[in-house]
């Protein structure tokens, strides 16, 4: 890079190196929208928080709005069945796609190119737009869904009515969606693992288990920990899936934190506590994110 | 590739392509029922049985959706929408990324870091704030309101400066020695070398705004305002919902991207995993 200027005097630049201003001019957009639309909305939400509506204005009320969360049974409610949520969907789909990467990369499947399209097209399905679809599909009378499974003599399901069935609704469709998005990332890491590796442990006669466990799970690492990261904090701040599937309900079987955080920022107008929610909501992400990267790296080691 | 056919070979071979394409099936049913379903009339969508089939119905209900209901003025600021934002957007984050992976300057990891934690950072804080900045400003139901918060992406900052670290130095600094100018630089020699990570970044944005539904919803307030996701959810939200106007809705939301999407696969997957695996 640029040598250090060892004649502070002269103004005038070394020529083939660029002005000192070069790089702030390329960020100041950044910069500008920045402080506009992120640092001051997190720095006034943190102030929001702490007030309360009173008489039309907005009072300080200290830690208030915390202590409302701590004793409200519907945040609890809500960060119950967003973790429920988590713990299930997360490990379900990046298994699946786990397995379907090690498929996609292996000699055994034929027009791979084909399957893997197949797998990755719902991405581009907006969230509103596949709510609809799912909310028809897995209609309790008339859903396609419940129409198959009486076909084949098994009961029909109530996808949407039933508290429990409502969850397993939307860990369905969440898993519809994303499988094939971790399955891409996966598939790019293993096709960097040598392919000699491979060879050489069937040569040494591993078995196919041992192969995966000894060669691919640990190539995957990376991988793994950034999808485990990613998909905990896309599910920690779920919304639009409960929203338009089954609107937080029935009785509130299915009300996210985001969707609570919603529902008193934009329902109730409560401000106050909904930016109260946003802060516990990242305090819980930071926590989460951070345990998880410890454990995944520490085994590396 | 291994050459050996032996029968076990042959038959794992078919028994992962069954269960692969098994599972593929179940992945594009719904796309096929949304293409069925925007055939029928309302009433025939709940049928039992269901109708499996493609029916008559597609134009009388585009006719209405796009009649009646007024979809096309949400087409239309979508697709302005979206566009803008990958436009701005890609400039924006491009700069950034170039500023961050090609020069040393002070404040640098400060700036950095201030990325990766807006990139952290739950979204939904900023809601409210965003709302009420909105109604100061007087921008509900604009098209700034929807472009410029969201404009400095730091995913898309992150994949540039990732991208960007693998554009050689010297040739950006034989171009300061033959006298560039820094903007020409940028534009005329960096730039070019960029186009699958700047096309994977266009689609990126263009997909995101597409189908943003939550900080929309809050933003605009009047119907003839509405982007698709937020007037198919007004569509969905009546009491006497017409499913088959609604599932025509929701085709016509999901075309553009899909065809997006099998036309420039290759930069899709690429934009994923530029962001991803290159840590």
């Known amino acids: ?301 | 590739m291994r050459t050996d056919r032996s029968p076990q070979a042959k038959l794992a071979s078919m028994a992962v392509t069954t269960v692969v394409v098994l599972g593929s099936v179940l992945m594009l049913a719904p796309f096929y029922w949304l293409i069925v379903a925007s055939t029928h009339r309302s009433r025939d969508i709940f049928s039992n049985p269901p109708n499996l089939q493609p029916g008559d119905q597609l134009w009388a209900n585009l006719g209405k959706l796009f009649g009646e209901a007024g979809f096309g003025h949400a087409v239309l600021n979508s697709t302005l929408v979206a566009l803008l934002y990958a436009l701005f957007g890609g400039i924006v984050c491009t700069a950034a990324g170039y500023a961050f992976a090609k020069f040393r300057f002070a404040g640098q990891g400060v700036l950095f870091g201030m990325v990766l934690v807006i990139l952290a950072l739950p979204s939904q804080v900023t809601l409210v704030p965003l709302f009420q900045i909105m109604v100061q400003l007087n921008w509900l139901n604009t098209y700034q309101a929807l472009i410029l918060p969201n404009l400095a992406l730091p995913f898309g900052i992150f994949l540039m400066r990732q991208t960007m670290l693998s554009v050689p130095d010297e040739l950006i600094q034989a171009a300061r020695v033959d006298g560039a100018g820094e903007f020409r630089i940028f534009f005329q020699i960096v730039l070019p070398t960029m186009r699958p990570a700047l096309a994977a970044l266009g689609i990126f944005l263009f997909l995101a705004q597409w189908n943003d539904f939550v900080y929309p919803l809050i933003v605009l307030r009047t119907s003839d305002a509405y982007t698709v996701p937020v007037a198919l959810a007004s569509l969905q939200g009546l009491s006497d919902t017409d499913y088959g106007q609604l599932l025509a809705g929701t085709l016509v939301s999901v075309l553009p991207v899909l065809g997006l999407f099998l036309f420039l696969q290759r930069h899709f997957v690429a934009g994923i995993l530029a962001g991803a695996v290159k840590q």
């Open chain 1, 1 to 301: 890079m640029t040598a250090p200027n060892t004649q502070p005097a002269v103004r005038r630049r070394w020529r083939g190196s660029a002005p000192r201003a070069t790089p702030y001019l390329f960020l100041l957009p950044v910069i500008v929208l920045f402080l506009a639309f992120k640092v001051y909305p997190y720095v006034y939400a943190a102030w929001l928080s702490l007030t309360k509506i009173q008489k039309g204005k907005q009072v300080f009320v200290g830690l208030g709005n915390y202590g409302r969360l701590l004793t409200d049974p519907i945040f609890y409610k809500a960060l119950s069945n967003t973790l429920l949520i988590l713990v299930i969907q997360v490990p379900l789909m990046l298994g699946l796609a786990l397995l379907l990467a090690v498929a996609f990369n292996s000699a055994l499947l034929k027009w791979r190119a084909i399957w893997r399209t197949a797998y990755f097209v719902p991405i581009v399905m907006g969230l509103v737009a596949y709510g609809i679809l799912f909310s028809t599909l897995l209609n309790n009378h008339y859903g396609v869904i419940n129409f198959a499974l009486e076909s084949i003599g098994l009961p029909r399901v109530p996808w949407l009515g039933d508290p429990f069935w409502a969850k397993i609704s939307i860990i369905i469709a969440l898993t519809w969606h994303y499988t094939g998005n971790s399955a891409v990332i996966y598939l790019a890491q293993l096709q960097s693992v040598p392919g000699e590796l491979y060879e050489a442990a069937e040569i040494d006669g591993a078995s196919a288990f041992q192969r995966f466990w000894h060669i691919t799970l640990p190539g995957l690492r990376p991988a793994i920990t950034l999808t485990v990261v990613l998909s905990t904090i896309g599910t920690l701040q779920l919304f639009d899936e409960p929203y338009v599937l089954t609107n937080g309900g029935p009785n509130n079987a299915t009300l996210t934190i985001g969707m609570y955080l919603y529902q008193n920022g934009f329902k109730y107008f409560d401000f106050g506590y909904a930016s109260a929610i946003g802060y516990v909501l990242t305090g819980i992400i930071g926590i989460l994110a951070l345990i998880q990267f410890r454990l995944l790296r520490e085994k590396r080691a």
